[in-house]
């Protein structure tokens, strides 16, 4: 390579390290200069009121995303905001915890903008000087989380998981349906949704005509038409007639059911069938010692540019 040549390929490095270093600087930037409005606003829209501060952020499963409470200036920079799908970039809950304000973050206007997709889980905690106290707050060994107007506190142990629109996962590993040993892991995972006027979650109310009760351990259940050899099917009924419950067996029994406003599921094995109104009254003890006294809620409202 001659003089010339390697004189032209210096510049055209010297000139790319440039162009690299002004995109570097510009995107360091956007983040700062994004981060500082984000909380500039939100001091402003809380007016001295409590409030704190949530983004989305990509589970560590990588099963969709979930809301991390923002604790140091990093976690509000622009090049960190990226929710997607049913979550919002940002997240900012204001006012007590009785029915908070909530507005989230918009790209398109940067603004703050008044209502969120609901219900979605509040995993921060408010507070009159957020900013300067998040990052003092423990990451202890308890989720605490509100959702639809409800307190809740799961050990981490669990891998506890609020998700939008109002449901609740969790693995309790010492959880067994009926207390006998049930080796798989499926035993130990119980899932939650809040229902929706008066609807169960992932489960129609209506039921097939013409329906016979099982007798002995099983009453209280009604079979439905199998499909092979191995496949148990029956649904629960109410009073008027509606499904309540349903049990799905093939290898083991997907069972869900509903109560106090919420449709709870789960596994089993199907040798425990008999236990069924055991299992469920288990289930709902479970659940019960993860929600707290208190009341908290929000203010839905438009969807996210």
Same mark, same amino acid.
């Not at 992932?202 to 039921?207: A, Q």
């Not at 079979?223 to 067996?249: P, T």
């Given at each position: 390579?001659?003089?010339?040549? /390697?004189?032209? @390929?210096?510049?055209?490095? *010297? &000139? ?5 270093? !002004? =995109? ?14 984000? /909380?500039?606003? @939100?001091?402003?829209?809380? *007016? &001295? ?5 949530? !983004? =989305? ?249």
């Amino acid at each position: 390579m001659d003089l010339h040549a /390697r004189r032209r @390929a210096a510049l055209l490095l *010297a &000139g790319l390290a440039a162009i690299l270093g !002004v =995109a570097a600087w510009g995107l360091a930037w956007y983040g700062a200069m994004t981060s500082r409005d984000l /909380r500039a606003q @939100a001091i402003a829209i809380a *007016a &001295g009121q409590p409030f704190c501060m949530q !983004v =989305a952020r990509d589970a560590s499963d990588r099963k969709g995303q979930v809301y991390v409470p923002v604790r140091t200036a990093d976690d509000t920079s622009g090049l960190h905001l990226a929710g997607r799908d049913a979550h919002h970039h940002a997240v900012l809950v204001v006012g007590d915890d009785a029915e908070p304000l909530t507005f989230h973050w918009s790209r398109v206007k940067h603004r703050f903008v008044e209502g969120t997709y609901g219900p979605f889980p509040i995993v921060c905690q408010p507070s009159r000087r957020y900013f300067d106290d998040a990052g003092k707050i423990p990451l202890d060994a308890t989720y605490r989380f509100s959702l639809m107007g409800r307190r809740f506190a799961i050990p981490r142990v669990y891998r506890p998981r609020a998700q939008w629109p109002g449901s609740i996962e969790a693995e309790a590993p010492n959880f067994q349906p009926t207390g006998a040993a049930c080796t798989q892991p499926f035993c130990a995972t119980v899932y939650a949704a809040f229902e929706y006027d008066g609807k169960p979650f992932g489960m129609s109310r209506e039921v097939p005509a013409q329906l016979v009760e099982e007798g002995g351990a099983l009453r209280g259940l009604f079979r439905l038409e199998s499909r092979g050899a191995h496949d148990l099917r029956y649904v629960q009924v109410d009073g008027h007639g509606n499904r309540i419950g349903e049990v799905f067996c093939v290898r083991d029994c997907l069972h869900r059911f509903s109560r106090n406003g919420m449709t709870f599921s789960f596994r089993h094995a199907s040798r425990d069938l008999p236990a069924w109104r055991t299992m469920q009254d288990r289930v709902v003890a479970l659940h019960t010692r993860f929600e707290q006294a208190g009341a908290s809620g929000g203010k839905h409202g438009p969807r996210a540019e």
